[in-house]
C-alpha cells in the first residue's frame, strides 16, 4: 500500500472552520516539505536521524529461530513497561500501570551480569503514603532517552498537576541522570522532585512549567526539546486553550520553557504533541487530540537551516491515514528509513517511508497481532508484534520467534504504551504488557 500525506477533504467530520481560514493562510505541507528536502539535498545532514544516542545492535547474523524466554521482573514494574534503554552496561525500562490515568511510575535497571541482584531501581517516582485524591504519584514513564551520554525520563502525568515548584497552575518534570546512569531520589518531607540537574552532569529534575503532561524527550538543532500539552503563555490553566506544545531546555536542563505550540489558532479540546523523532533534519512529532477530531496524524517542524528556534510557521502538519487523528506510538529511523507505527482507522499499522513524505504500509503475516515496536538488532531490522518477532527483509518479511503463552505478554491495548525491544550485550529483550516482566529472545 503506498500512500503520501494530504490535506483533509472538504467536508472531514471534526474539521473546525478556523482550520479552513489557517488553511489558507498556510503553505501547503506538501510545498513546505518539499522544498525543505531540495533544500538538504545540497548541503550535509544538520542531525543524525533518530532519537536517541546511536546504540549497538550486536555482532553477527540474525539466527533463524528463536523463542521468548521470560527473564524476570522487579516488584515495582507495575503492569508494563514503556520502554527499554540500554547504557552503561545494563537496561533502563520505563514502566507505568495505566498511563495518564492511574498511579505508578518507576525506572528500572537490569545487568544481565548482576547475577545475585540483576535488578534494582534507578528511580521510583510513586511517593507511597502521600494521599492518592487526585493522584498521588506520577502516572507513567512513558520513555528513557539517552541523549548525550545521560538517561532523560518525562513524568508523564506528574502528581496533583505539579507540585507548584514554580507555576501554580500546572507543572511537569524531566527527571536527568548522570552520566552513569545514577537519578537523583525524590526529596524529603513528601518525595518531592530531586534538586535541579546541571550541565557537566550532575541529576536532578527539571521544571516544564504549564505543562499538564510530559511525554517525550529529542535533540534537536542542538537544543533538547520536550513534547507536552501545555498551557499557552499569559492563557490561565484548566479554563483556557490546551494545545500540544514543545518546551525547550535552558543551558543547565534545570528549566524547559514554551517555545512552539500546535494546533494555532487554537481550538476547544486538549491536545498533545507526543512521541518525537529526527528524519531528514526535520522534527516529526505525534497528534494527539482527546476528542479524536484532529484531521492531521502528524506534525513536521522544518526550520531553515541556522534558525536559532522553532516557530509557528515551520509547523507541517501531514496526514497519511483516511480519517487522520492517528495515535503515534513509536518512530524508529535507520538505514535512511523511517519506521511509523500508529493507530488508524481502527487498526494498528507499520509503515515505512525513505523520502519523509510518502509512506508504505508494511504488511504482516495473518495470525501474528499488530506491530509494538521496532529496531535494528545485528545484520537486520526486526518487528515486535503480540504474537511474534518479525524480520524485515524489504518486502519479505520472515517469522523468527512466536509467543507459546496462553495470553501473550505483548498485547496492546493502550495507545500510549506499546510492547518495546532493546539491545543489549548483542541480545535482544522486549518488555512485557501484562505483569512489566522482561523477556529475552534465545536463539536456537
Known amino acids: 500500500m503506498h500512500s503520501t500525506h494530504t490535506p483533509p477533504a472538504a467536508g472531514d467530520a471534526g474539521r ?52 521468548f524466554t521470560r527473564v524476570g521482573r522487579h516488584p515495582l514494574a507495575w503492569q508494563r513497561i514503556c520502554d527499554l534503554t540500554p547504557h552503561e552496561g545494563a537496561l533502563y525500562g520505563a514502566h507505568a500501570n495505566q498511563p495518564l490515568g492511574t498511579d505508578g511510575a518507576t525506572v528500572t535497571r537490569y545487568d544481565p551480569n548482576d547475577a545475585k541482584k540483576p535488578f534494582s531501581t534507578a528511580f521510583d517516582w510513586n511517593r507511597f503514603g502521600e494521599p492518592s485524591k487526585g493522584g498521588g504519584a ?13 538517561l532523560f525520563v518525562a513524568d508523564a502525568d506528574p502528581p496533583y498537576n505539579g507540585l507548584a515548584l514554580v507555576e501554580y497552575g500546572t507543572e511537569g518534570y524531566l527527571f536527568v541522570s548522570d552520566p552513569k546512569g545514577a537519578f537523583a531520589p525524590p526529596r524529603a518531607p513528601h518525595f518531592r522532585p530531586p534538586g ?24 534537536f538543532r542542538g537544543r533538547t526539546y520536550t513534547s507536552t500539552g501545555s498551557v499557552p503563555p499569559k492563557e490561565r490553566a484548566w479554563y483556557g486553550p490546551s494545545p500540544g506544545a514543545l518546551h525547550v531546555a535552558s543551558a543547565d536542563l534545570s528549566r524547559w520553557t514554551y517555545e512552539v505550540d500546535y494546533p494555532f489558532p487554537y481550538k476547544e479540546g486538549v491536545w498533545r504533541l507526543g512521541f518525537m523523532v529526527r528524519f531528514k533534519d526535520r522534527l516529526y512529532a505525534g497528534i494527539q487530540d482527546y476528542d479524536s477530531r484532529e484531521p492531521y496524524d502528524y506534525v513536521v517542524f522544518a526550520p531553515a537551516p541556522g534558525s536559532e528556534r522553532i516557530e509557528r510557521a515551520d509547523a507541517r502538519p501531514a496526514r497519511v491515514s483516511d480519517a487522520g487523528a492517528a495515535k503515534t506510538l513509536r518512530w524508529y529511523a535507520t538505514g535512511g528509513k523511517l519506521y511509523w507505527i500508529a493507530y488508524a ?100
Open 16 to 67: 473546525a472552520d478556523a482550520e479552513s481560514a489557517e488553511a489558507a493562510e498556510r503553505p501547503s505541507a506538501d510545498a513546505g516539505l518539499e522544498a525543505g528536502l531540495d533544500a538538504g539535498a545540497a548541503r550535509p545532514q544538520l542531525d543524525p536521524d533518530g532519537n536517541d544516542d546511536p546504540e549497538d545492535p550486536g555482532p553477527g547474523s540474525i539466527p533463524a529461530k528463536g523463542r
Open 138 to 150: 506520577g502516572q507513567g514513564f512513558l520513555r528513557v532517552r539517552r541523549i548525550g551520554g545521560r
Open 196 to 219: 535541579p540537574p546541571d550541565a557537566e552532569g550532575r541529576a536532578g529534575a527539571g521544571v516544564v512549567p504549564r505543562a499538564y503532561h510530559v511525554l517525550d524527550v529529542v535533540r
Open 345 to 444: 482507522d481502527g487498526a494498528l499499522r507499520l509503515r515505512v517511508t525513505s523520502d519523509g513524505d510518502t509512506w508504505d504500509a508494511i504488511d504482516l503475516p495473518l495470525g501474528v497481532g499488530r506491530p509494538t515496536d521496532v529496531t535494528r538488532f545485528r545484520d537486520g531490522v526486526v518487528v515486535l508484534t503480540e504474537n511474534a518477532l518479525l524480520r524485515l527483509d524489504g518486502a519479505k518479511v520472515s517469522v523468527l520467534a512466536t509467543v507459546t503463552d496462553k495470553k501473550t505478554p505483548f498485547v496492546f491495548d493502550d495507545v500510549f504504551c506499546a510492547a518495546p525491544l532493546a539491545v543489549l550485550g548483542g541480545e535482544l529483550y522486549a518488555g512485557g504488557q501484562r505483569d512489566g516482566a522482561l523477556y529475552r529472545v534465545d536463539w536456537d
